[in-house]
C-alpha cells in the first residue's frame, strides 16, 4: 500500500520517513474492498512506527466483539509472526485495558466506541478508527479533537457516511486511498477466484470487488439496533435454523420479546457443518426450533440425534415477502456479539430492475446476506405471524405468553 508513492507497510517508512510523510496530512482515509487487507497494512504500519518512535496510538472500533474479531485479533497475529517481539522483554501487555507498551515509551490501545468514558477521557498522538462508517459522527469528533498528529479510517465502503458528508473527503489535509484484494499480497489464488466468481453482481462487485462507493437503496430492514445483551425480562420465543453446508454457513438464531419488541441473538454461523456437529449446538436448547422446511432430511435426521424440539418452517405462495413483512412489524434488537447478523442486516436489501433501478418485491438473491435473517424469519414466520395478547399456543407442546 502507498501513499503518495511511499512504502507505508514496512520498516523504511516507519523507521525513517513516517513523520516526514505526516506532514500537512491529518487524515488518512482507507476505504477498500473485501479482504484488501487494509486493516492489517495500517496496524502493522502502527506497529513499526511504535517501534521507533515514541507515540501514542488509540485503535477503535464500535463494540469490544468487533474490536476483538477484527483489530485486536490482526494485531495478535502480526505479534505473533514477529519473533523479535517477545513480551517481558521488548514489549509489556496489560490484557485488561488492552494496552501494548513498548521501552521507548510507546502505546498501542485497544478500545470500543460505545465506551464514552474513554471515548471522551483518552488522548494520543495518533488515532485508527477501524469500519469507520459503523461508528457516529460525535464520537469521532469527540476522538478527532482529543488526537494531536495524525487519524487513520477504513472502511468497506456499501453507502457515504460522514467522511463524505461532513466534507472531510475534499479537505486539504486528507490523503484518501483505495484498495482491493489485488493490493492483499498474501491472498491465495483459491481465495482470489472466491472474490472474483461475485463480478455478475454489480453492486457487490462495486463495493467489495472494486472499493468504490455504494449506497443503501433499497435495505429491508431498517428498524434495528445493537444491545449489549438480552434483557432478563425477555421471553424466548424459540430459535430459527438455516442449513447451510461447503460455502453457505449454517446459521442458529435465538429470538427473544419484551415490551413488543424482539431481541436476538446469534447462536451459530458457521460453513461445512454436518448434521451432527449442528445437533450438538441444539442438544438442551429449550423452546421451538423451526427449520428450513426445504430440508427435511436434515429436519428428521437431528430428530434422530436428540432434538425433539425441531419443526418445519411455513412455506408457501409469497412465504419470503410475507415472512420479511411479519419480521417488519417488530423493532429488533441485536446484540453487539452477533457480527454476522448486524452485517446482514446491514446489506440484505430488494432486488433492482437492471434496466430502470426500480425495486422489485422480492429479495437480491445473489448478495448472501440471508442465512441468519432466513433463520429469524422462519421463527417469526411460524410463532408470531399473528399478534396476540395472553397465552399463545404453539405445536400442542410450547405455552409462551408475551405482550403486544
Known sequence: MKINGNDITGKTIAGVTADELAKGVRLIANKGGTRSGKTYSILKMMLNIALYIPRTFDVVSESLPHLKRGALHDFEEIIAANDQLVEGRNYELNRTDRIYSFPN?????????DNWGKVKGS???????????RIDWEVFRQLDVRTTRNII???NPDSEFWYEQQGLSGREDTTEIVTTYLDNPYLGETQIAAIEAYRSDERWWKVYGLGETGNRKGLIYTDWEQCKDIPANARLVGRGLDFGYQADPTSIVAV?????????DEELYAPGL???RIAKSLTGKNGPIVADSAEPK????LRNYGVRN?????????????GIQVVQRYKLHVTQRSLNIIRELRNYRWAEDKVTGELKNEPAKSEHFDHA??????LVMAKLQQRRTGTAKYNNTYLYQYGQ
Do not use: Q
Open 105 to 113: 515509551g510507546s502505546e498501542i490501545r485497544f478500545f470500543a466506541a
Open 123 to 133: 488522548r494520543r498522538d495518533i488515532l485508527f478508527v477501524n469500519e469507520a462508517n
Open 256 to 264: 427473544y420479546i419484551m415490551d413488543g419488541e424482539l431481541y436476538i
Open 274 to 276: 454436518t448434521n451432527d
Open 310 to 322: 425441531i419443526e418445519p418452517s411455513v412455506k408457501g405462495a409469497d412465504s419470503v415477502r410475507n
Open 153 to 155: 479510517i477504513d472502511w
Open 298 to 301: 436434515s429436519i428428521a435426521e
Open 373 to 378: 435473517l432466513d433463520a429469524l424469519r422462519y
